[in-house]
């Protein structure tokens, strides 16, 4: 098997069904996106095909395939030109941890910020946009769609010029990637049709507000004890829910939206460290910094570094 080239995927928690969560791992220089050769060149996961669910989005392209995958419990045929969008939370195995889903296919994953970097409401709001429409499907139930064997040629091409971008990674690759990426999301959403029922349909009220309060006030000292006051629960039920749903605590989610806006002000801004340790809720340095660096590896200073093109 091929090494994988993109971003590192890693486990990041377990929901409360014992199912592994797959994190998508940030390298700083590197596109936030990642594809694979199927099946030579799989993604990260469980040994065998376990059940596993992830933080991230996934479009599987099987171009050559006879065989099933089991999504959220539900048995699907997987067969020449089908794509599957699956989204955050759902939980992906097997049927048969030895049979071969696809002799030829592709698959691409990336975090849900990457389509909105930097927006007002892009952590809590990405099911609302368009080329994410297909995933929002998801939430509720796994999305299936035909390419019609006229265009098959070109998804091929589509995935393989985008393998070679990352792994080119030549200057200006971030910006070709997501421009390659984006490509595939449109030509996805144009399979995808009575979209705006689905999307009503499946959404997650709950989940949804705790989102939105992260989002209007991770910037400031929030904690679990004020997103459970803004949504008049216990802190104990609060974090009961958003543990089972997704595998990951409100503290968690809290931390997780605020290293996305350090990285970002870290490439896009002069700010200093310090700055931008106020910015995102932090108001000692100190613990940003040792806070960062355990999540990514290197300091926020080593990050914008390697990050930014050299000058």
Do not use: C
């Given at each position: 098997?091929?090494?994988?080239?993109?971003p590192g995927s890693r486990p990041v928690g377990v929901?409360?069904?014992?199912?592994?969560?797959?994190?998508?791992?940030?390298?700083?220089?590197?596109?936030?996106?990642a594809v694979a050769r199927v099946p030579e060149n799989l993604p990260v996961g469980p040994a065998g095909g376990g059940a596993h669910t992830h933080d991230?989005?996934?479009?599987?392209?099987?171009?050559r395939a006879d065989g099933?995958?089991?999504?959220?419990?539900?048995?699907?045929?997987?067969?020449?030109?089908?794509?599957?969008?699956?989204?955050?939370?759902?939980?992906?195995?097997?049927?048969?941890?030895?049979?071969?889903?696809?002799?030829?296919?592709?698959?691409?994953?990336?975090?849900a910020?990457?389509?909105?970097?930097?927006?007002?409401?892009?952590?809590?709001?990405?099911?609302a946009h368009p080329l994410l429409f297909p995933f929002a499907q998801?939430?509720?139930?796994?999305?299936?769609?035909?390419?019609?064997?006229?265009?098959?040629?070109?998804?091929?091409?589509?995935?393989?010029?985008?393998?070679?971008?990352?792994r080119a990674r030549r200057d200006g690759h971030q910006e070709a990637a997501l421009a390659h990426l984006t490509l595939l999301l449109v030509a996805a959403a144009?399979?995808?049709?009575?979209?705006?029922?689905?999307?009503?349909s499946s959404d997650e009220p709950l989940l949804a507000a705790v989102f939105d309060a992260i989002e209007q006030r991770y910037h400031e000292g929030i904690?679990?004890?004020?997103v459970a006051a803004e949504l008049a629960l216990t802190a104990g039920h609060l974090t009961t829910v958003v543990r089972r749903k997704t595998g990951r605590t409100v503290q968690q989610w809290i931390a997780q939206r605020r290293m996305q806006q350090a990285r970002l002000l870290l490439t896009e801004t002069d700010l200093t460290v310090a700055a931008i340790s106020r910015r995102v809720g932090y108001p000692d340095v100190s613990y940003f910094i040792k806070r960062f660096r355990a999540d990514h590896g290197v300091t926020p200073g080593q990050w914008r570094d390697t990050a930014l093109p050299t000058r």
């Amino acid at each position: 098997m091929r090494q994988n080239l993109g971003p590192g995927s890693r486990p990041v928690g377990v929901t409360g069904h014992g199912v592994p969560v797959i994190g998508f791992g940030h390298v700083p220089g590197v596109a936030p996106v990642a594809v694979a050769r199927v099946p030579e060149n799989l993604p990260v996961g469980p040994a065998g095909g376990g059940a596993h669910t992830h933080d991230f989005l996934a479009l599987f392209y099987a171009h050559r395939a006879d065989g099933a995958v089991l999504i959220d419990g539900r048995r699907w045929t997987v067969t020449d030109g089908d794509v599957f969008v699956i989204a955050p939370g759902q939980v992906v195995s097997l049927r048969d941890p030895h049979e071969e889903v696809a002799t030829d296919g592709w698959v691409v994953w990336f975090p849900a910020d990457v389509v909105r970097p930097g927006m007002s409401g892009a952590y809590s709001s990405w099911r609302a946009h368009p080329l994410l429409f297909p995933f929002a499907q998801g939430t509720d139930r796994a999305q299936r769609l035909r390419i019609p064997a006229a265009d098959r040629a070109g998804w091929v091409e589509r995935f393989a010029v985008l393998d070679a971008e990352l792994r080119a990674r030549r200057d200006g690759h971030q910006e070709a990637a997501l421009a390659h990426l984006t490509l595939l999301l449109v030509a996805a959403a144009r399979l995808s049709t009575g979209v705006a029922d689905q999307l009503r349909s499946s959404d997650e009220p709950l989940l949804a507000a705790v989102f939105d309060a992260i989002e209007q006030r991770y910037h400031e000292g929030i904690s679990l004890a004020d997103v459970a006051a803004e949504l008049a629960l216990t802190a104990g039920h609060l974090t009961t829910v958003v543990r089972r749903k997704t595998g990951r605590t409100v503290q968690q989610w809290i931390a997780q939206r605020r290293m996305q806006q350090a990285r970002l002000l870290l490439t896009e801004t002069d700010l200093t460290v310090a700055a931008i340790s106020r910015r995102v809720g932090y108001p000692d340095v100190s613990y940003f910094i040792k806070r960062f660096r355990a999540d990514h590896g290197v300091t926020p200073g080593q990050w914008r570094d390697t990050a930014l093109p050299t000058r």
